[in-house]
T-cell receptor, first 116, second 112 residues
Framework: DQQVKQNSPSLSVQEGRISILNCDYT??????FLWYKKYPAEGPTFLIS?????DKNEDGRFTVFLNKSAKHLSLHIVPSQPGDSAVYFC???????????????FGQGTTLQVKP | DSGVTQTPKHLITATGQRVTLRCSPR?????VYWYQQSLDQGLQFLIQ???????AKGNILERFSAQQFPDLHSELNLSSLELGDSALYFC???????????FGPGTRLTVL
């Protein structure tokens, strides 16, 4: 049962344009969402997160949008740069409680290629 | 550099063998998580420790076990290895439960 899905395995955009990466989830108990970026031979690097009490969070060129009713989030990168070429993972977690400890549930990843 | 270290970087072994993967969390982080990434898959949560105690278990096989030591470093033990255990194994740490996790560079395990 894939609770977090990234339906696009790959995305190619031109340098300077917007990159939009999408993620869907099924578990309505998820209330914290994160995006990680991963280069080959390295571990995932945290990019940006959003809590379910918000619908948008911005950090420089990166913006994450959350649509709770659709159980959908997206990551926008503007403008895209060749150095952004990497695999992007969406992840989700439930509120911390005695039974939920912050473990992350990851999507399968989307490979972004930004062409010069 | 996330501050999380993992050793070894690569490990090649044979079926039926046992290996130990090591993780040192960021300074001050009490929580350690282990994840497995198989070919073309997302990261799958295996197990979490918090300040020396097991906190949560995911899809971890009975052949796998882990522990966190008093100095907070953690070890993941994989035994009776099978070809399907070949994967990247990542360790992550966080200050407390929940919130963002910082990942190490991973250990690539190849079982021949």
């Amino acid at each position: 049962d894939q609770q977090v899905k990234q339906n696009s395995p790959s995305l190619s955009v031109q340098e300077g344009r917007i990159s939009i990466l999408n993620c869907d989830y099924t578990n309505s108990m998820f209330d914290y969402f994160l995006w990680y970026k991963k280069y080959p031979a390295e571990g995932p690097t945290f990019l940006i997160s959003i809590s379910s009490i918000k619908d948008k969070n911005e950090d420089g060129r990166f913006t994450v949008f959350l649509n709770k009713s659709a159980k959908h989030l997206s990551l926008h990168i503007v403008p895209s740069q060749p150095g952004d070429s990497a695999v992007y993972f969406c992840a989700a977690s439930e509120s911390f409680s005695s039974s939920n400890t912050g473990k992350l549930i990851f999507g399968q990843g989307t490979t972004l290629q930004v062409k010069p | 550099d996330s501050g999380v270290t993992q050793t070894p970087k690569h490990l090649i072994t044979a079926t039926g063998q046992r290996v130990t993967l090591r993780c040192s969390p960021r300074s001050g982080d009490l929580s350690v998580y282990w994840y497995q990434q198989s070919l073309d898959q997302g990261l799958q949560f295996l197990i979490q420790y918090y300040n020396g105690e097991e906190r949560a278990k995911g899809n971890i096989l009975e052949r796998f076990s882990a522990q966190q030591f008093p100095d907070l470093h953690s070890e993941l033990n994989l035994s009776s290895l099978e070809l399907g255990d070949s994967a990247l194994y990542f360790c992550a740490s966080s200050v407390v439960d929940g919130g963002e996790q910082f990942f190490g560079p991973g250990t690539r395990l190849t079982v021949l």
